[in-house]
């Protein structure tokens, strides 16, 4: 008799427990001390990123690599039978017909769920329009813990475009099932939206909106800095980068203040305090590896 095994997509963070968010951070350990060669010998994945990227594809393509897989895929959705009018979820449904697993990217805020519905296999959500990017999340948790030997009782400030950037979305999410104090830093226009401030007046986190910088930095241990969107704007909203931090700022801030971006950055972080201890983007985007590893062996239940 066959066991039917439901398979398991990751299109919101909020798919996985507490419990299981755990165990892929410790997996990433595993990973990034060394793996088990061929953990994923013989499995495919099947790269779809209808949206440009840098740190997510070509990491869950390496990950793949180096954990014994292959990948086929594209990163211009302009080369498959989409420019020719074939739907989104017949275009994923034929994908997850030729690999085991897959990782999707779009500029549509719910194209993931639409894919993942497609699929019959397990899906990744890469980032949906401006709507989540749960395995930035894990990479964001694991560089905090890694950081701070814990993620418990930290003061973060989330500064920059908090209403459209997705990687906000994700980590708020997944904090909330922690317990941090969390201090949100934006222009009114780009606030972080109204659902995700009731999930963590539901969950009975701390949290204060502000929209100077310089007021907060006194307090928190981590300042997790966002780009504006400019590609989820209205031609007419204003494109400058609402805040700036630099090196100035650093005078202000506790022993062992660190500094985490998801990136791209474009002018919000001064490129002169990449050489500071606080300066931890680089080291975060380095963790995508090791973590989209334990993510890819996870789903595909070879751990
Ligand atoms: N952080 C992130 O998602 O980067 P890319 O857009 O380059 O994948």
Known sequence: MTTYVQK???????????????QILSLSTEMKNGCTPDLCKGDILASCFFEPSTRSRLSFESAMHRLGGSVIGFSDSATTSTAKGETLYDTMRIISSYADILVFRHPQDGAARVAADASDKPLINAGDGANQHPTQTLIDLFTIRHLFDTIDGLHIAIAGDLKYARTVHSLVKALSLYSVRLYFISPEM??????????????GLKFSFHECLTEILPKVDLLYMTRIQKERFLPLMPLTAPMVFSRAHLTKVKSGFRILHPLPRKDELDPSIDDTP??????????????RMAILASLLGRV
């Open 8 to 22: 398991r997509d990751l299109v919101s963070i909020l798919d996985l427990s507490k419990e299981e968010i755990e």
């Open 190 to 203: 780009l606030q972080l939206p109204d659902q995700n401030a009731n999930e963590l007046r539901k969950k």
């Open 278 to 291: 606080h300066a931890a983007y680089f080291q975060q985007a380095a963790n995508a590896l090791p973590v």
